[in-house]
């Protein structure tokens, strides 16, 4: 088995473990999964979605808006997102 197969079998296994994480509704320990899939696979957007949802059921709204200006989201899809994220947090805020 290649590297990079075994490098995918550990990502899926990753992404599997923090499902099981979240449905626990343990966040933070399915978050420091996904932060360390980031890790591995620079820029990955599957595994910087699953880390804003998480920052979302944690309600850390600033996390979410800063994870999603980190990441390599095409500007309009960025511009869009964070106006609506910001919609939402005053909406949900008052």
Sequence with gaps: MSSRQS????????FGKAQCLVLQQNYGLALDLMNQAVV???NFLPAIIEKMKMQLAMNDWEQV??????SEF????????????????SSVSH
């Design 40 to 42: 591995m696979v620079n």
């Design 74 to 89: 095409p500007p309009i899809l960025l511009s869009v997102s964070v106006s609506q994220l910001n919609a939402t947090k």
């Design 7 to 14: 490098g995918s079998k550990h990502l899926d296994a990753m």
């Design 65 to 70: 808006i800063d994870s999603a200006q980190r």
